[in-house]
């Protein structure tokens, strides 16, 4: 069984930043995309970033130039550097680990507020 364990998130002020971090733990084999998603109230769950196991990452227009994924393949972690944080990023994080096979985990989300 593999589990995702997330950390990071909290409270921040506009144009703060804040660190997310994700690992998995089970009997995990070889993962294939590692990625950030996040539901805000009242919205879908949408893709935030996602990055290959070679680093190639792709983003969502709205956190362009301010987020960054990055991930450790030997350790099964991927984190989420937010930075210039706006209130419209609030949302519940989640992490997100697909395999080779097909097999998607998700983590159990992380609270993320930005006040203005």
């Known amino acids: 069984q593999v589990q995702l364990v997330q950390s990071g998130g909290g409270l921040v002020q506009a144009g703060g930043s804040l660190r997310l971090s994700c690992v998995a733990s089970?009997?995990?084999?070889?993962?294939?995309?590692m990625g950030w998603y996040r539901q805000a109230p009242g919205n879908e769950r949408e893709l935030v970033a996602a990055i290959t196991p070679g680093g190639i990452a792709n983003y969502a227009d709205s956190v362009k130039g301010r987020f960054t994924i990055s991930r450790d393949n030997a350790q099964n972690t991927v984190d989420l550097q937010m930075n210039s944080l706006k209130p419209e990023d609030t949302a519940v994080y989640f992490c997100?680990?697909?395999?080779?096979?097909?097999?998607?985990?998700w983590g159990l989300g992380t609270q993320v507020t930005v006040s203005s």
């Open positions: 089970g009997r995990v084999f070889s993962i294939n995309i």
């Open positions: 997100r680990f697909v395999g080779f096979r097909g097999d998607v985990y």
